[in-house]
Every structure is written in structure tokens, then in C-alpha cells.
């Protein structure tokens, strides 16, 4: 399976700022998807990520909010917009294994807002 | 639109026993594929195991299985000869496949099942 780099782990941010959380695949993917986890809850995928075309959103989300970019077919950035306390969540970054057998997760970000 | 229940909040289980998580799915569709996460406190989701629904034969990993039932909609998970590594969140997911033979690709995630192996 693929092996994600996701940086950083973990950030303290002010309200207001943004924060850019990255993600380093081990090999060429067509996908990307970019999860939220907020405290105690499980994952809702925010968005999916495709090479050269603009990130599909799922239904709550905005790109305003959550702008991502995919520059190549190993790398995505996933940014959280003018933070409130309702963003401190742990994001996941996530891959379609080659051969498919399921889905690789990058180590997760956990944000918290103050 | 898919949905995934998962009823226990909190199971614990003593090393060396067998415990059952519980997941039932809600869907119109007639393929797709299922699959188990695991969430231990560093975060990091492990694929424990993954069902196709075409697939009559239930799956097994190890000391992992699954307990299929597509007409009832349930997933079950039983894990035998626990071991204290296995404390974790467990998740189950649904994944439809495309009519076109591709996937869909998003996973949908029940709310998990914090599993606790005591010593």
C-alpha cells in the first residue's frame, strides 16, 4: 500500500489565521481526499482531490473555507481558512490503494483553535 | 444516500477473548464494498479488513473476520484472542461501487466502536 506523508501532526493556531496541512505520497495517485474528524465523531470526507482540475466538495464545504490545491500526482495541501474554534478537528489525508484493496490514511493533523 | 450504524459506543473484551463489534448499512445499491478501520490513539487509520458484496464468502484477516449478511445489512466484526494492541476506535464504512466499473471512492463512516482489551 502507499505510504502518506502528512505534516504537520499537530498546531495551535489563533482564531482568524489560516493553516496549510500537506500531504506526501510514496507514489502517483489520480485521487486525493481530504476528511475531517471533529473531537469524539468520525470522518467526513470534506473533499476529493484530482490532478489538474478543481477539488469536488462535499456538501457543507467551501472552497473559501477549505481552498486545496494538487500541484502533482503525489502531493495536496489542504488549507483551513480563517479559523474559529469549531475547526479544531483532526484532518486526515487519504489514498486509494494500487490494486485496490482499500484506503490508505495519512497520520492525521490535529488543529486546535484558541 | 448511503448511511452506516454502528450501536455499541463502547465495547471491552479481556486479553485472549473473543469480542464482536456490530455494524449495520443502509443502501439502495447492489455493489459495493465494506471495510473495517481501526484508530488507535496515535491517530492513524489501519484497514483491518474489507468485504466485496458480490462476494457470498465472509472475509477473514488473521485473527480478524467478518460476519456478512447482505440481506440483513450487517456487518459484523469479530476479532478472536485479543490482544492489548487491539484497544482502539473501530470503524465501519461503505464504499458503492460505479455502474461504470469504477468506484465511487467515498467512503461513508459509521460513528465507531471504541474497543478496550483489559489485561
Known amino acids: 500500500s502507499a505510504v502518506i506523508s502528512q505534516k504537520p501532526s499537530r498546531d495551535i493556531c489563533q482564531r482568524g489565521t489560516s493553516l496549510t496541512i500537506q500531504c506526501q505520497v510514496d507514489s502517483q495517485v489520480t485521487m486525493m481526499f481530504w476528511y475531517r474528524q471533529q473531537p469524539g465523531q468520525s470522518l467526513t470526507l470534506i473533499a476529493t482531490?484530482?490532478?489538474?482540475?478543481?477539488?469536488?466538495?462535499e456538501s457543507g464545504f467551501v472552497i473559501d473555507k477549505f481552498p486545496i490545491s494538487r500541484p502533482n500526482l503525489t502531493f495536496s495541501t489542504l488549507t483551513v481558512s480563517n479559523m474559529s474554534p469549531e475547526d479544531s478537528s483532526i484532518y486526515l489525508c487519504?489514498?486509494?490503494?494500487?490494486?485496490?484493496?482499500?484506503?490508505?490514511f495519512g497520520s492525521g493533523t490535529r488543529l486546535t483553535v484558541v | 444516500a448511503q448511511t452506516v450504524t454502528q450501536s455499541q459506543p463502547e465495547m471491552s473484551v479481556q486479553e485472549a477473548e473473543t469480542v464482536t463489534l456490530s455494524c449495520t448499512y443502509d443502501?439502495?445499491?447492489?455493489?459495493?464494498?465494506l471495510f473495517w478501520y481501526k484508530q488507535p490513539p496515535s491517530r492513524q487509520m489501519i484497514l483491518v479488513i474489507r468485504?466485496?458484496?458480490?462476494?457470498?464468502q465472509n472475509a477473514t484477516e488473521n485473527r480478524f473476520s467478518v460476519n456478512f449478511q447482505k440481506a440483513a445489512k450487517s456487518f459484523s466484526l469479530k476479532i478472536s484472542d485479543s490482544q492489548l494492541g487491539d484497544t482502539a476506535m473501530y470503524f465501519c464504512a461503505f464504499m458503492k461501487h460505479g455502474s461504470s466499473g469504477g468506484s465511487n471512492y467515498k467512503l461513508t463512516f459509521g460513528k465507531g466502536t471504541l474497543l478496550t482489551v483489559n489485561p
Open positions: 443502501t439502495s445499491e447492489s455493489n459495493y464494498y
Open positions: 487519504s489514498v486509494r490503494d494500487r490494486g485496490f484493496y482499500g484506503y490508505t
Open positions: 468485504q466485496e458484496a458480490y462476494k457470498q
Open positions: 482531490a484530482n490532478q489538474g482540475s478543481e477539488a469536488t466538495y
